[in-house]
């Protein structure tokens, strides 16, 4: 990963810079259908024809789990634990920088996850919704929560997946609080491209 994270970077410095120069709608940085590459990050995500150190503008990527903010590996990675995934640093990211929803801290003595994706034999979903079973927690908890779950797909280094480090299956559908459903990033991105 550490390998990569100057790619990363250049992904989301070309994507934005591209939005910028071709003054692109607001909904395109949700929905854009392609990204910028070069042959190692192009592998890290398991996109094939493209080689070369160079970034280049690739297209119909969202046909390989990619496309829009939502795609960037630097967006998946970032709102991540250093060892597993995080719905509640991504469902709240969601919230509060997509959605402008501010939500109040959690309480300071709210026990904290395990920062391992195999612990207990739960699945990174399952603990979240243990946790959030806690009264004190649940009111935002059902308000992040269903983002998370849709970016589950992803690992913490922004990979698509469909099992996590324990060889579990992902699930990546979702509720909202006011009842609507979708499963998985195409999912997450539809249901906020129509709010």
């Known amino acids: 990963f550490i390998a990569l994270r100057g790619a990363l ?10 939005f910028f120069q071709r003054d692109l709608p607001v909904a395109s940085l949700l929905d854009a259908d392609h990204t910028f590459l070069n042959e190692a990050l192009a592998h890290h995500y398991g996109i094939a024809g493209v080689t070369g150190a160079s970034f280049r503008r690739v297209e119909h990527v969202r046909s390989q789990a990619r496309g829009g903010i939502l795609g960037l590996g630097a967006t998946l990675a970032k709102q991540s634990g250093a060892s597993r995934t995080s719905p509640i640093l991504r469902g709240n990211w969601v919230s509060e920088v997509l959605l402008g ?4 801290r959690p309480p300071k003595d709210v026990p904290r996850l395990p920062e391992d994706e195999a612990t207990e034999g739960l699945t990174v979903r399952d603990l979240v919704e243990r946790h959030s079973q806690d009264p004190r927690c649940a009111g935002c908890h059902v308000r992040i929560d269903p983002y998370g779950f849709a970016l589950e797909g992803y690992d913490a280094i922004g990979r698509a997946r469909s099992r996590d480090l324990a060889d579990r299956p992902i699930a990546t559908a979702a509720k909202t609080a006011d009842g609507v459903s979708f499963d998985g990033l195409d999912g997450l991105r539809q249901y906020l491209l129509h709010q």
């Open 9 to 18: 970077y250049e992904e989301a410095i070309l994507f934005f810079t591209d």
């Open 101 to 104: 929803e501010k939500l109040p």
